[in-house]
Every structure is written in C-alpha cells, then in structure tokens.
C-alpha cells in the first residue's frame, strides 16, 4: 500500500513538473500544443524526435526555447550538403606537446558531444552524413579510431526537416528513421496564432524562458513512466496493430496489402508502449486505456511504415493507411 501510495504522490508531481516545463515553452511559442506535447513525450521517454514542416514554422524556435528550459547543454548542428561525419562526431587531430614538442594524436569532440542536439535540417546533408548519427541516436555512444566515447545522459536528439519535396533534400535512412520515437508534422498557424506571433515578435520585446528541469530529474520521469501498468489485452492490442502493418502478414488489412510496401519495426510497438504510458500519466491514470493508444499511433508509426508506388501514385499518405488500420484492428483479440 506504501509503494501505491508513493507511485501516486510521484505521478502527481510529474504532472506538475511536466505541465511546469509545457507552460515555459509556451511563453515563447505560439499554439502548436500537439506539437509541443510530442516532443515533451518523447523526452521523458528518454528517446529521439523528428519535426518536419516548411521552414519558417517555428520548429528550430521550439527546440532551442526547451534546450533553454531544461539545464541540459546543448549544441545545434546546421546540416548542409557539404557537412561531413567528422563535423559532427569529432576526429582525431595531431597535437604537439608544448613542453617536449612530442606530437600525438588527440580526439577533439565533435558537437554531438551535448546532451541536447537540434539537428537543423538534418535532411539537407548527405546520406553518408545522416548515417553517422545511427550509433549515436541508438547506442548513446560515438566511436571514432576504433575508441568508443560515452555521451552524457540524458542524451536526446531534435531534428528538424523538411518535406522533401523541397529541393536540395535527401530522403532520410529508414534505420535512422526508425530511430526517431516520434514523426510530428508541423502545420501552419491560424488565424489567430499568427497574429499573436506577430504581436509578440514585431515590439521589440524578448520573452526569455527561465530553466525549469535539470537532468537528473528528468531520468527520475523516465523511471518512473516505466512503472505504468500495461494489461495484457492492451499489449496484445499494440503488437496487432503493429503486425497489421506488416504487408502480406496473417494480420494484414486489405489496404495494408494495398499500399504499403514495409511495415513498422519492433522499435515502434515499443514507443506505442511508452507513450501511452506518459498519456496515461497526465490524464491522472496509472494503468495505459485504449485511448492512449489510439492517441500516439500516428506519431510512433508514420515514420515507420514505407509506401509501395501504387500509394504515391494515388497520393496516398502513411497517416491514411494508418487511421485506416486503426478502424480495421478491433479492440477485443480475434
């Protein structure tokens, strides 16, 4: 009964500290509320975050405002075509000892070394590039010379792209996008919003966000959300939704076969899991509903399903397919 009771007083306080770090970001960015909670989710999940949207939409803006919210260091790495591995991970460098002249080689830390990284247009570089973060956003580890360095935790990464339809883009890995707990596509502001972007921005006065979270609380949250109880038909739930996803599996849908060429990986089951956790939290809840399910499907998943031709032929999008499986999959075990 103490444990329970415990469990509840940290629930309780998790809401607080997390609306607490939701209301500073929010002194700074105008309306993107969904936006917002995603990447929030994917922090205390302890993972990585992927927003896409046409430049200007405020998406580098509400990385750097949480990067200044939580007492995290924090670098941003400016990706364009001619960036190179060793631009972000480091390279070893020969040194001269200043006293003996002695010459060494001496690895200087790239600026992945943070604990917070705003990859900014991370898919205008080139492939080769991109896949230098795959060890880093999995493994939390940089080896360079065959020397293996440990980043600082916690370690998240905060990419922003955009829709590559742009020019100048390149389409991401999928193991780098499976790497990404959530995919969240930002919209433009309404009628409303922009106008108060341009009242807050356009008088000369700057809304600085003040720290509210450090980074040992933080891996507190992230213990904590892990405690969550998940019931077996809510688990059974997810690995259906994730197998409907798998083209000519025995849980396929017919627009599954249809138009998806590649399904989602166990990665994205297991961020269905996690979030759902954190939604559960915040609703004042200490066991995962159906609608926490439902609610983070479309972000853990988008990223990971892969449309065949006959999709981008039809214009289809992975989000249609998606809310398509989420009608099809029932609730109760077949």
Not at 32 to 42: F, P, Q, R
Not at 150 to 175: C, D, R, S
Request: aromatic share 6%; charged share 25%.
């Amino acid at each position: 009964m103490n444990d329970e009771l415990q469990f509840q007083q940290q629930a309780e306080e998790f809401r607080g500290r997390y609306h607490a770090v939701k209301d500073e970001v929010g002194k700074v960015i105008v309306g993107h509320d969904e936006i917002v909670h995603g990447v929030l989710t994917c922090l205390m999940i302890g993972g990585h975050c992927l927003l896409e949207g046409a430049p200007g939409l405020g998406k580098t803006l509400l990385v750097s405002t949480l990067s200044k919210t939580l007492s995290l260091d924090s670098n941003r790495i400016q990706f364009t075509p001619d960036l190179m591995p060793a631009d972000i991970l480091g390279t070893n460098m020969i040194v001269e000892h200043p006293d003996t002249g002695a010459r060494s080689f001496q690895f200087q830390h790239g600026p992945i070394f943070t604990q917070i990284c705003l990859a900014d247009e991370v898919n205008r570089a080139t492939p080769k590039t991109q896949s230098a973060m795959l060890e880093t956003m999995q493994e939390g580890t940089v080896t360079v010379g065959g020397v293996r360095y440990e980043l600082k935790k916690p370690f998240f990464v905060m990419a922003t792209q955009n829709p590559i339809e742009q020019e100048g883009t390149y389409p991401l890995p999928e193991a780098q996008l499976d790497r990404f707990l959530f995919k969240l596509n930002v919209g433009y502001s309404n009628r409303e919003q922009l106008s108060e972007i341009l009242d807050r921005t356009t008088r000369g006065t700057n809304v600085e966000p003040q720290p509210v979270m450090d980074g040992e609380e933080i891996l507190k949250w992230q213990a904590l959300n892990r405690q969550v109880i998940l019931a077996d038909h809510l688990r059974d739930y997810i690995v259906r939704l994730t197998l409907a996803t798998h083209a000519d599996g025995p849980l396929a849908t017919d627009i599954t076969n249809q138009y998806l060429r590649w399904g989602a990986s166990p990665r994205g089951a297991q961020t269905i899991v996690l979030a759902s956790k954190v939604r559960a939290l915040l609703e004042g809840r200490y066991n995962v509903s159906f609608e926490d399910i439902r609610r983070v499907y479309l972000p853990a998943m988008r990223h990971r399903v892969v449309l065949n031709f006959e999709a981008q032929a039809e214009g289809i999008t992975a989000d249609q397919v998606l809310l398509e499986i989420l009608d099809r999959v029932s609730e109760k075990a077949e």
